[in-house]
């Protein structure tokens, strides 16, 4: 029986088909299930099916001033999966975009003063982290990658922060003990990121003009634990 679920929230086809094959290829089993939020409703699945569910990135933001009805219902169904992670029905590792729906949900504040370009970066894991069974193995220390335009103003309540960074202080954090939220992208290998910037180029997560210069950059860095945690995220709830 299928143990994974990869939920989708981007509207550009190619770069979902290319996220689920990462994410595939970062938990380290052949098959994992998918459900397009954009096409479909969280409801059309059994999540007890599920032991560990992923979600990917989005050109989304929650702070968006004007939403489309389908961004609307994409962040009421993160929040219904959100809210079955922290009960513990299911384990859920929620990655850019979305950990902005976790943060408001819980009443926490996300601003656009502290975005990250498309790029490599170093993140500091936390006391908390060291002793987390997905983010302490990778201590004290990891590179990742991001692309963010927005994120939390801080740690919301009932959070555990994970891990940090001097530029973005809340990249990752555990509400309970089955969900995971990600500032960064754990999912894709630098072939990877540097693909999916083709889809990208002009929606502001790094200067156009400059895009050889920062796709070689993205080639060019070693990033290898961010595929580690999801790993073991796999291995710790969907076995």
Do not use: W
């Not at 299930?33 to 989304?60: A, C, I």
């Not at 922290?86 to 949900?105: E, N, W």
């Not at 601003?111 to 500091?124: D, F, G, N, Q």
């Not at 210069?213 to 990033?223: E, R």
Request: with cysteine; glycine share 6%; proline share 5%.
């Amino acid at each position: 029986m299928v143990s994974l679920l990869y939920v989708c929230v981007r509207p550009e086809l190619g770069a979902a088909d290319a996220e689920h094959a990462s994410f595939r290829r970062a938990l380290g089993v052949d098959v994992v299930d998918r459900l397009d939020l954009l096409t479909d409703r969280l409801d059309t699945v059994d999540l007890s099916r599920y032991r560990g569910v992923v979600v990917g990135g989005s050109p989304f933001n929650v702070t968006d001033e004007s939403k489309s009805p389908e961004q609307r219902r994409v962040e009421a169904d993160l929040e219904t999966l959100a809210r079955q992670a922290i009960d513990g029905s299911v384990a859920a590792f929620f990655t850019c975009f979305s950990i902005g729906v976790v943060t408001r949900m819980l009443g926490g504040e996300v601003t656009t003063s502290t975005p990250e370009a498309a790029s490599a970066t170093v993140i500091r894991t936390t006391v908390a982290g060291d002793s987390d069974p997905v983010f302490g193995p990778s201590a004290p220390a990891l590179t990742v990658f991001t692309a963010h335009k927005e994120s939390a103003v801080a740690l919301p309540s009932g959070a555990v922060l994970l891990a940090t960074n001097d530029a973005c202080p809340v990249q990752a954090y555990r509400v309970g003990t089955h969900l995971y939220t990600a500032q960064f992208h754990p999912e894709p290998t630098p072939r990877d990121f540097a693909d999916r910037m083709t889809f990208y180029r002009t929606t502001g997560y790094f200067d156009p003009e400059e895009f050889d210069l920062v796709q070689g950059q993205v080639l060019s860095a070693s990033v290898t634990e961010g595929a580690a945690l999801l790993r073991r995220f796999a291995e710790t709830f969907a076995n």
